[in-house]
């Protein structure tokens, strides 16, 4: 898991409100809902012009999860899918500060693992666990990363399980991760 890249109130002068010439997507926090990532959702600054490579990622498959939620929040995990087929007129994308995301690093994730880490994410299991390490609202990257995961293998077949049944819902998260770590 990393920190998303841009520093919106920094980079001011590239932030843009709607789509132009050589303008990529700017994800953040409110662009997850329900497990899934929308855009566009006409917000402020949901596009960016750079050339500055620190800025961009590449158009793969991801896991985003917000860095901040609310005390009053029931959980501290909150994540949503993001596949790049759904955006195929990107070759680049940036992502908030206010977000983390899970990726691949060096080749891009297949959509049953992207699907099996939010199973994981998703699961109450793992949010009682993260809140057990972490007292504070924030989702820390380096804590997240210190977790312990089931299998590579076991995270795919939660995946594609996950995928068939089309419910996206934390009971049935719990259901899919109990029936390969329970």
């Known amino acids: 898991m990393r920190t998303g890249l841009t520093v919106d109130f920094r980079n001011r002068e590239i932030l843009r409100d709607d789509a132009e010439e050589g303008a990529i997507p700017l994800f953040y926090s409110q662009h997850i809902k329900n497990g899934e990532v929308q855009f566009p959702i006409q917000k402020a600054h949901e596009y960016v012009v750079t ?6 990622q590449d158009n793969r498959n991801y896991l985003f999860v917000k860095r901040f939620t609310a ?6 995990l909150q994540c949503g899918v993001y596949l790049s087929k759904k955006y195929p007129q990107y070759k680049k994308i940036s992502t908030q500060n206010k ?9 891009e994730m297949s959509e049953c693992l992207v699907y099996g880490l939010y199973v ?14 972490n007292g504070s609202t924030q989702v820390n990257s380096t804590e997240i990363n210190a ?36």
Request: aromatic residues 8%; negative net charge; contains cysteine.
């Open 51 to 56: 050339d500055q490579k620190s800025l961009m």
């Open 71 to 76: 005390k009053e929040e029931r959980r501290r």
């Open 99 to 107: 977000i983390n995301f899970v990726d691949g690093l060096i080749t």
């Open 120 to 133: 994981i994410f998703n699961s109450t299991l793992y949010d009682e666990y993260y809140r057990i390490l």
């Open 147 to 182: 977790m312990p995961v089931p299998d590579l293998e076991s995270i795919q077949e939660m995946g594609r399980t996950l995928m068939k049944s089309k419910d996206m819902s934390e009971s049935n998260c719990n259901m899919i991760l109990e029936g390969y770590c329970g």
